[in-house]
């Protein structure tokens, strides 16, 4: 139409013309097109026309048969309305004689079953027993009732059923609290001693590790448990948990039984088919009540069953329960039955989510109940666990025990050990029984045959015996320092149920508060009352400073020297202690302020000890080595001495070197020399000296003793972590690990090494008052002698003066009581330079006397052999010093001139106040000799011994 309107609108025959060339070239382009485009795709049109011609020719044929099964069926209908009766007739007897079939195949089906139930038990097929029997009754209950044949096997079907459930459950329970732990059997594997258990590999075991795999995916959520979903869907799939569990296209969470090998191989879906059985008999509920009821109880046998298998690993290494009490079979109890408490909560979580998914099912009708959670599992576990503590912990004897005892909290006062030392009333003696027949031989006998009985068993504590008559077994001995054996061990399985059950921040489980209140009630209290009762046993009565230890504590310990018991078992008490800290760590402050308050109070009754020494009357009346030890300035003068430094330059060294006598001398001179100055003026009074050598001794080992103290105490302190100023210290600190020693606070430090110091500084007083008292014995005996003895007359005795011999005898046994009671470097410390000593008090003694003779000063010779000879054997080495005191007396027997004229030809021996004093004693001896001739003498003298100081130090000078 457009071409025509454009041609009728041309308005010449040119344009039309023009028009019409397009039009035709336009049809000649479009023919060649189509041309090309059928020759392309003749084939596909030959096909196509083919298949066309092909349908329509079925269409006709399937129209013609229609029309002739049409005519048949009209045929047909016509026929059957001549012979409807007939024909009904036989329908009706059709349908009479199929029920009757089916009835006859039901009664052979019914009394066939009972045979393939009990075949279906043994093989252990409960799904298929449980559906052939639940039908099997629906039928004899049903269609079947009226057969009065089929009443025994009704009878005995129906019994079957009410008993089936029972043992479906007893199945469900081996499988949750045996078959699950069955894995579990072989003792763990350590890595070094108790103490590193902290590190210990424990590899789950195969029925963990399936159990794990199964509920990766599966428990996600669980009826009652906090911060988990509920609504678990019916549709979840089991087919990922075990090949007897697949999944079908109807029904995702249906469950199949393994016909074929052993149906028990796998435990989870054995469970899964167990729970679907009791769905089928519609005893859920009570299956249900039944693991609650039963939880703890199982849980108990698995401790027993555990137990026994621990003795028996143990037996097998060839130990016995009671060897060292066995604290390790405990661990290794611990350990194991927390990897079976894992494996059987495990287990647990597997049956709820079997129950889950068929209580949110509406296939099964079940009627309602309400599942436990795995709150309840966990909290049955800790219960279990709670009881074996309170058994191995003997809770029950240890907290009567401390109640009978009072109070005994470790921040409590504790017994003043110091009263024990002190002087005490008189009490009237209490009447005890004459003798008891307990430590008879038949007692102790019989005790022993009742023991080994128990061993045997391994039983170790009263045969309490189990619901089936068997004996309770124990590990080892039950009590209270078990704890601090599985303390770490517990500490991380409390910290792992708190985040398996996803408790808040600052919520804790059960049994991490039953082990807070045992420790903090009861074990902290039965430690501190330990402690005390060994200090006191150790401490108690007027001999306590004499008690020392035995040679074979000696070489256990390695010590040279024996030390005071109470100071072993003080340390053996701290050592106890420190092992507390590190085996309950995250009380190591409780355990630190105990050992502070300790050290207190053995620090004062060594105070109170060593105070019961060396002051004995009114204050007025005290010891003189005791007052200077004690004087802050004299005591700083005595250590700042050579004698002194040399001592602990020796003790850093431990050598024994023997020195030169010079050398001795001139360490030992200034020492000398004061103490001549203050005392050797006056008499020393009797009170002021300690006579007594057992005192000495006492002081000897109580210096020992503190000093060894103290050097443990300050090893004690190097091994404690320090906290840095910004450290929180929170004894129960979630991020740390609990086998972790908490850092202890500088004050706390600071606090133990001022202990430590205090200690050691009265150790040093005691071997200061040793160091002056020996040398105050000899101004003692020495003074008298010249101020009261007479040595001017014809003196024919040849006897030492009796004041030297009891001071030689005095020294000896002061001698015979240190040397078993302070290592050589000490003993020498306190008899060197003794030998200068007297020497400076028999040369400065001659100023007292009033006059003497050539006898005199013979004695006097005597006198200061008799004291070389016994000092020698004492030191032994040669005091030399003494030597210098023979020659000054031998000196005297010159006249003065004489006297002067050797000081001018052979020099200076001795210091211008000695010669001072000895012409003045001359003097004296000589009756009528002029004062005037004796003040020359004396200024002639003057000038000697100073040339000789010029000449001396010219020479010095010189060099």
Known sequence: MSVIRTLSASEDFEQREVEKQRLEKAFKECDSKLDKLVKENYDDLTATVNHFSTISTSIHTCRDRMQAVRQNLKSCKSLLRCKRDELRKLWIEGIEHKQILSLLQQIENVKQTPEKLDEYMAKKHYLHA?????????????????????????????????????????ELHRHLYIRSTAQVNKPLRRQGSIKGTANRDVSPSPARKLLQQVLAEGIASTPGSKGHKRGHSRSRSLDYMS???????????????????????????????????????????????????????????????????????????????????????????????????????????????FLQRISNSASHGQAEFELYGREDVWSRIQAVLQLVLNDYLDVKNTASASQNQGPSAYTD???????????????????????????????????????????????????DLLENGTEVQYVCEPGAKNITVIFNTLQRFVKEIEVTLQYSSGARCQLHDFLTEYIKTIFLGQVHMDVNKNIQQASRGAEALKLLTDAQTMKT??????????????ERCLAELRELMYALPAYSDHFLSMICKMLQDYRDMCQSAYRGVVQRGSEEQRIISATWAKDEDISRLLRSLPNWQNLENRRARKDDEVENPEAVRAR?????????????????????????????????????????????????????????????????SSDSSPSDLQPVSPATLASLTSLAREFQDLAETCLLVLHLEVRVHCFFFLLP???????????????????????????????????????????????????????????????????????????MCRNIFALQQNLTNITMSREVDLDHARQYYETLYMTVEEILNSLVEQGVHFTELEYVNALNLLQR???????KAHAARLWRLKEIMAQKVGNQNAEMTEI
């Open 413 to 463: 006062a504790a017994v003043d050990i110091s009263t024990y030392f002190t002087k005490k009333r008189h009490q009237k003696v209490k009447k005890y029984p004459l003798f008891k027949f307990e430590m008879s031989s038949h007692a102790i006998s019989m005790n022993n045959y009742l023991r080994e009985q128990k061993r045997k068993k391994g039983g170790l504590g009263e045969p």
């Open 785 to 859: 002698m010249a101020k009261q003895s007479n040595y001017s007359g014809n003196l024919e005795s040849t006897d030492p003066d009796p004041l030297v011999v009891k001071l030689n005898k005095d020294l000896s046994s002061i001698e015979e009581s240190l040397t078993t009671s302070l290592n050589t470097h000490k003993f020498r410390y306190i008899f060197e330079g003794l030998g200068h000593q007297m020497s400076s008090i028999l040369v400065n003694s001659t100023q007292y006397f009033n006059r003497i003779s050539h006898s005199g000063i013979k004695k």
């Open 243 to 353: 090949p007897g569990v697949a999944s079908g296209d109807d029904d995702p969470a249906q469950v199949q039984e393994n016909m074929e090998g052993d149906p028990e191989a796998d435990s989870v879906q054995f469970m899964s088919v167990l729970v679907e059985s009791l769905s089928i008999l519609q005893k859920i509920p009570e299956t249900v009540e039944a693991i609650k009821s039963r939880m703890e109880k199982e849980m108990t046998l698995i401790v027993h069953r555990t137990t026994s298998q621990v003795l028996d690993n143990a037996e097998q290494r060839g130990e016995t329960a009671t060897q060292q009490n066995q604290p390790r079979l405990l661990l290794e109890l611990f350990e194991l039955l927390f990897e079976k408490f894992r494996c059987v909560a495990q287990a647990h979580d597997a049956v709820l989510m």
């Open 557 to 570: 310990m390695g010590l040279q020297r024996p030390l005071l018991q109470s100071t072993i078992t003080v």
């Open 130 to 170: 449980t559906e052939l029997l639940v039908s099997a009754v629906a039928s004899l209950e049903g269609t079947l009732s009226g057969v009065e044949a089929l009443r025994d096997v009704r009878a005995e079907l129906q019994n079957k059923k009410e008993q089936m459930h029972e043992v479906l459950i007893e």
């Open 925 to 931: 001896s000589t009756p009528g000799t002029d004062a």
């Open 668 to 732: 030992n001179t200034k020492e000398s020399d004061l103490l001549t100055n203050n005392l050797g003026d006056s008499l020393i009074p009797k009170y002021e000296v300690l006579q007594d050598v057992n005192d000495l001794r006492v002081l000897a080992n109580l210096h020992e003793s503190l000093e060894w103290f103290a050097g443990r105490i300050r090893s004690f302190n190097s091994t404690l972590p320090l906290a840095s100023p910004g450290m929180g210290l929170s004894p129960a």
